[in-house]
C-alpha cells in the first residue's frame, strides 16, 4: 500500500502556541486527504477533508480558524493547531486516497499532541 | 443514514482459536466495506476491503471477512489467533453515490489474544 509520513511523532507545547503537523505521502499522489483526531480507547473522529489546490471541508463542530489546514500538493498536507490549549491534546492521524469511492486510505503513524 | 455498528467493545480470544469481530453496516447505495487495524500509538493499516464479486474476501496477516447482504454484516475472521493479532479493529463503510465521500467508521473492537 501506499506510505504515508507525518512530522513530528510527539509533539510537547505550551499554551497558547501554535503547532504544525505535515503529512507527506511519499509514493502517491493523493487527491484527497483526511485528517482524524483520536482520543484515548475511542474512534476516529474526521475533522476535516482536503483536495489539493482547493479549500478543506471542515466536519461540523471543527473550527476551521483553530485547525487550519493546507494541502497545497498533491504529496504534502498539513495541519495547525492554533493557540493550542490542553483540551487540544489528542492523537492525530492524516490519511489519504486516490480518487474513486473503492479506494481504501492510507494512514500516517500518527502524532501525539501534548498542550501543557 | 449511513452507519457502521461494532457491537463489541471487547473480544478475547484465546491463541489458536478462530477469532470473529463482528461489523453491521447501513448505507444507501452499494456498499463499500473495509476493516483497519491500529495497534497501540500507531496509525491505521489496512487489512482488507470488499467492493464487489466473491463475498469472502481475504487480507493481510491471514485475515478474512464475508460480506454478507442479506444480514448487512461484514464480520472480520481469522482461523487461529496470534497474541501478536491484539490490537484495536475498525470495520468502515462508504457507499459508491461519489468519488470522495468520506469513510463512515465503527467505534472499534479492541481484540485481546491470551497466551
Known amino acids: 500500500g501506499a506510505v504515508v509520513s507525518q512530522h513530528p511523532s510527539r509533539v510537547i507545547c505550551k499554551s497558547g502556541t501554535s503547532v504544525k503537523i505535515e503529512c507527506r505521502s511519499l509514493d502517491f499522489q493523493a487527491t484527497t486527504m483526511f485528517w482524524y483526531r483520536q482520543f484515548p480507547k475511542q474512534s476516529l473522529m474526521l475533522m476535516a477533508t482536503s483536495n489539493e489546490g482547493s479549500k478543506a471541508t471542515y466536519e461540523q463542530g471543527v473550527e476551521k480558524d483553530k485547525f487550519l489546514i493546507n494541502h497545497a500538493s498533491l504529496t504534502l498536507s498539513t495541519l495547525t493547531v492554533t493557540s493550542a490549549h490542553p483540551e487540544d491534546s489528542s492523537f492525530y492521524i492524516c490519511?489519504?486516497?486516490?480518487?474513486?469511492?473503492?479506494?481504501?486510505?492510507?494512514f500516517g503513524p500518527g502524532t501525539r499532541l501534548t498542550v501543557l | 443514514a449511513q452507519s457502521v455498528a461494532q457491537p463489541e467493545d471487547q473480544v478475547n480470544v484465546a491463541e489458536g482459536n478462530p477469532l470473529t469481530v463482528k461489523c453491521t453496516y447501513s448505507v444507501s447505495g452499494n456498499p463499500y466495506l473495509f476493516w483497519y487495524v491500529q495497534y497501540p500509538n500507531r496509525g491505521l493499516q489496512f487489512l482488507l476491503k470488499?467492493?464487489?464479486?466473491d463475498n469472502l474476501v481475504k487480507g493481510s496477516y491471514g485475515f478474512e471477512a464475508e460480506f454478507n447482504k442479506s444480514q448487512t454484516s461484514f464480520h472480520l475472521k481469522k482461523p487461529s489467533a496470534l497474541v501478536s493479532d491484539s490490537a484495536l479493529y475498525f470495520c468502515?463503510?462508504?457507499?459508491?453515490?461519489?468519488?470522495?465521500?468520506?469513510?463512515?467508521w465503527g467505534l472499534g473492537t479492541s481484540l485481546a489474544v491470551n497466551p
Open positions: 470488499y467492493i464487489t464479486g
Open positions: 490519511s489519504e486516497k486516490a480518487t474513486g469511492a473503492y479506494n481504501e486510505q492510507f
Open positions: 468502515a463503510v462508504r457507499d459508491d453515490a461519489g468519488n470522495n465521500r468520506k469513510l463512515i
